[in-house]
Nanobody
Framework: KDTLVESGGGSVQAGGSLNLSCAASTQLYTANCMGWFRQAPGEEREAVATIAYGGGTYYVSSVKGRFTISQDNGKNTVFLQMNTLLPEDTAMYYC?????????????????????????WGQGTQVTVSP
C-alpha cells in the first residue's frame, strides 16, 4: 500500500526552527499536489502549506514569511522549513498528497481545496512550541 512517511517533528522554544520531511513510498506516479496540514486538540484540521507539481505554493496567512515549503518532484518528497515558531504553531502536522488529480495545479497553489481532496496521508508528527 502506498504511504507517506514523515519525519522532523519535535519540541522547541518559541523563536526556534524545525524542518519536516515527507516521502511517498511510491515512485510510480507524480503527485499533483503535496503539502502539510495541522490539527491542534479540539480544533479542525487546517492546511498549512501546499506545493503543486511545477512549484506553485500556498501558505495559510498565519505562517507566511515564517514557513517555506519545497519539494523534490523526482522523489515525491516535500519539506517544510519552519522558522520563528510560535506557541500557536503547536499541533500534529500531517503530510498529504493527491495522486488522483482531485486538486488541480492552480487549486494547489491557491489553497482552493479541502482535506478530503487528498487521498494519501502520513501518520502525523507532533510539533510542540513552548513559550
Amino acid at each position: 500500500k502506498d504511504t507517506l512517511v514523515e519525519s522532523g517533528g519535535g519540541s522547541v522554544q518559541a523563536g526556534g526552527s524545525l524542518n519536516l520531511s515527507c516521502a511517498a513510498s511510491t515512485q510510480l506516479y507524480t503527485a499533483n499536489c503535496m503539502g502539510w496540514f495541522r490539527q491542534a486538540p479540539g480544533e479542525e484540521r487546517e492546511a498549512v502549506a501546499t506545493i503543486a507539481y511545477g512549484g506553485g505554493t500556498y501558505y495559510v496567512s498565519s505562517v507566511k514569511g515564517r514557513f517555506t515549503i519545497s519539494q523534490d518532484n523526482g522523489k515525491n518528497t516535500v519539506f517544510l522549513q519552519m522558522n520563528t515558531l510560535l506557541p500557536e504553531d503547536t499541533a500534529m502536522y500531517y503530510c498529504a498528497a493527491d495522486f488522483n488529480g482531485f486538486v488541480t495545479v492552480r487549486s494547489c497553489g491557491s489553497g482552493d481545496y479541502t482535506a478530503t481532496d487528498f487521498g494519501f496521508w502520513g501518520q502525523g508528527t507532533q510539533v510542540t512550541v513552548s513559550p
